[in-house]
């Protein structure tokens, strides 16, 4: 019996010319512009975030060095006191054991006369290197037992410049050179003239 379908009068395509073939005569349609979406404007970029600098705490400025305390004003001379000088030296001024290099007699002289010569007499000793000296003030008035003047005015004038930077210590003198009525003064070694220290006083 004979075939009756009829015969395919294209040959077999492929799918990609099967699909161009369709599409030939396929025209694009025209796109809207409002259908359009507007580009997508990039992120802006993030600012950075300020960082705060740590906080540098100062550095505490030293504080200054004290300052160094003024010197004690130098301690007035009393009889019998004398700082720094050696216990041997004071015991033997004070029994009178310290030669006497030279003396000075205040007794009938008016307090401003009396000051003048002692000034002048120490002055001499000290130039001279003497260390020990006495000087005779007298104790006062018998009857009423009243201080001399002469006798309660020297330990000022000792202590007083230009004395003081001259004696080194001054103390009653013992009984045999009047007692309470004089005074043995020791007088600073006279650098000036190298001499040794006496009785080892400095």
């Keep these: ?23 030939r005569d396929v025209k694009p349609l025209a796109v809207r512009a409002d259908r359009i979406d507007p580009p997508v404007p990039p992120p802006a970029p993030e600012k950075p975030t300020p960082v705060k600098p740590k906080s540098r705490r100062r550095a505490a400025a030293p504080s200054p060095p004290p300052a160094p305390a003024p010197p004690a004003a130098a301690r007035d001379l009393s009889h019998g006191a004398a700082p720094g000088l050696d216990r041997r030296t004071q015991t033997n001024m004070r029994r009178g054991r310290l030669a006497v290099e030279a003396r000075l007699d205040l007794h009938g002289m008016t307090q401003a006369e009396a ?23 007298g104790k006062g008035t018998r009857d009423t037992g009243e201080v001399g003047v002469l006798r309660r005015a020297v330990p000022g004038w000792l202590n007083a410049p230009p004395l003081k930077d001259l004696i080194h210590a001054f103390d009653h003198a013992a009984r045999a050179h009047g007692g309470e009525g004089a005074l043995y003064i020791l007088l600073k070694r006279n650098k000036a003239r190298g001499d040794a220290p006496a009785g080892g006083a400095p």
């Design 1 to 23: 019996m004979a075939d009756r379908r009829p015969k395919d009068t294209h040959p077999a395509e492929d799918g990609d010319a099967l699909w161009a073939r369709v599409t």
């Design 115 to 137: 000051h003048g010569e002692l000034i002048a007499f120490l002055t001499r000793a000290y130039g001279r290197g003497l260390r020990c000296v006495l000087v005779i003030t």
